[in-house]
């Protein structure tokens, strides 16, 4: 039987607006630079999405061969309340509000991420940088684009000259802005600013008296722009070009097109190959904030702790729900979303249950396959592996390859109900559907069966069940059922005896 044909791994590069085949520079070697969080506040829900989606993205190289640097900076200095270049750093600020340190504040908070990551299941990265550590490069770099003749000076400031730079290069290459109306349309600034034009924005500035974050530099006590960090750093650990770098769409513009110019300024190439964006998440179609009353942390979530959510929900469940949707399309989070997503996890897990069931039945050494396969059943499973395949390399479509899962996990729950014989389907068909459900289960979606609170009683409401149902005792039987739905749990009644399932309902 022929195998379904797979395509290669393709991107939507945000910087050329198509769909392209994944080339590596340096191949089987790929760097991957995310943007990480400015460690002021606690992470939320929406940069979960992004950073959850990047670890699949990593997974998934992985899974395919490749040997991942995976960067992904802390931002502990430079970002302005705003996102502007003039006023309060958003650490400083908050350092101020709660009389500590800058650096405790960002610790704190730094911990704060770094726990909520592993408790959804996102793997470290390679590299964890700091702005703050790499103070030496940002000052390299700034030399490099001042004697380039891109940056100035100005009152102990230091300014990206935008208008320089787009007569050579493309400002607004990646999110397609007119950056030469923009400049038509504002006057130079005639002392009013230190900047010469509107559009050009900061790579060092001179620390006011109240600014509590400072460093020496050759043109001021002050601090680095906020742009400049990840140009140094990507740079230093992944080289002037590498492969892929990726953040939250709201980076886009400014941040990631002053990226390209900075790097482009200083080094005279364009630092990355492939630009991929994760799209924003709302709350019952409307953005995520504060100001609104409908942003969800991640632990009112987990804890249950949420007015705009009936229940709480599993870090677990939380990760199933963001493989529901393509990345680059916006993501609505709502409580009738997260019950949906809760079914769907279960019914994962429990089908994934089964298949460590029936691979127990395959090892056994009574067992045998078949002589006489069914055809039409290994090609089922060669197709769904093919498509779990296909649809991940067609730029990491996760949902669509979740449902070619389910196709498999159906197969698996009709061998184990006896609905379908595993003899007839081969042991190559069934290894290959138990390697690729492991793989994107496990591996690449991360997602794991979580340790049920009633797993120390479990064996026993099994055992006085079938002592009940054996002795007929039936309101007996009955209250045992109850009491396992009130557990999270199904009993089913199976030909080879009693089993338990995770509630679907």
Known sequence: MKTPHIPPLHIFNTLTRQKEKFEPLHAPHVGLYVCGPTVYNDVHLGNCRTFTFFDIVVRYLRAL?????YVRNITDVGHLVGDADEGEDKIGKEAKLKNLEPMEVAQKYTNGFREVMRILGNLPPSIEPTATGHLIE??????????????????????????KYNQSHQYGILSGRNVEEQLAGSRQLEGQSEKENSADFALWKKANPEHLMRWKSPWSEGFPGWHLECSAMSTKYLGKTFDIHGGG????????????AQSVAADGESPVRYWMHANMLTMNGTKMSKSLGNVIMPYEMFEGKSPLLSRAYSPMVFRYFLLQTHYRS??????TALQAAQKGYYKLMNGMKNLQALTAQVENPDFAFAADLSEKEIQ???KSVAAAYRNM???FNTAAAMASLFNLIKKVNMLHAGQLSLTVIGKEAFEKMHTTLTIFVENIFGLRAESPNFAPALSVLLETYQQAKAAQDYPKVDALRLKAKEMGITIKDMKTGVDWAYDEN
Request: one cysteine or more; glycine letters at 6%.
């Open 65 to 69: 061969g490749y040997q991942v640097r």
């Open 138 to 163: 940002q000052i390299e770099m700034v030399d490099k684009i001042i004697a380039n003749g891109f940056a100035y000076e100005s009152q102990g400031s230091v300014y990206f000259d935008v208008k």
């Open 249 to 260: 769409l709201d980076l886009q513009f400014p941040h990631h097109e002053c990226e390209i």
């Open 330 to 335: 916006t993501m609505d989070i709502s409580d």
């Open 380 to 382: 089922d499973i060669e």
């Open 393 to 395: 390399n067609d730029d």
